[in-house]
């Protein structure tokens, strides 16, 4: 069994940075790609981004290229998404997700592919 969680939200202003963590726990944990999806209000989650558990595959959303990073430490079991030049659009709850299966450029960011999921860390981005 797996469990992730996810912190590290809060309210920022545009232009602004915030770092979100999930910690993932479990024996087989670091075989497990990791992702992160948010969620705004009245919309559906789409997949923010993601990292394979060898930390060699990184993929991002066209939206958050260039802005937001997302790295792994094996032996602190996290996961991080540093998120830089924060726009109001942001706004959102964000997840981490984990799969066994890598990270692929055609599939990342499909939600079925994601078995275990973090409570969610509410990120707001306003003045």
């Known amino acids: 069994q797996l469990q992730l969680v996810d912190t590290g939200g809060g309210l920022v202003q545009p232009g602004e940075s915030l770092r979100l963590s999930c910690a993932h726990s479990?024996?087989?944990?670091?075989?497990?790609?990791i992702a992160w999806f948010r969620q705004a209000p009245e919309k559906g989650r789409e997949g923010v981004s993601c990292i394979s558990s060898s930390d060699d595959n990184t993929y991002y959303a066209d939206s958050v290229k260039n802005r937001f990073t997302i790295s792994r430490d094996n032996a602190k079991k996290t996961v991080t998404l540093q998120m830089n030049k924060l726009k109001p659009e942001d706004t959102a709850t964000y997840y981490c997700?984990?799969?066994?299966?890598?990270?692929?450029?055609?599939?990342?960011?499909?939600?079925?592919?994601?078995?275990?999921w973090g409570q969610g860390t509410q990120v707001t981005v306003s003045t």
């Open positions: 479990g024996v087989t944990s670091d075989y497990y790609s």
């Open positions: 997700a984990a799969t066994i299966v890598d990270c692929d450029s055609d599939d990342w960011n499909i939600e079925h592919l994601y078995n275990y």
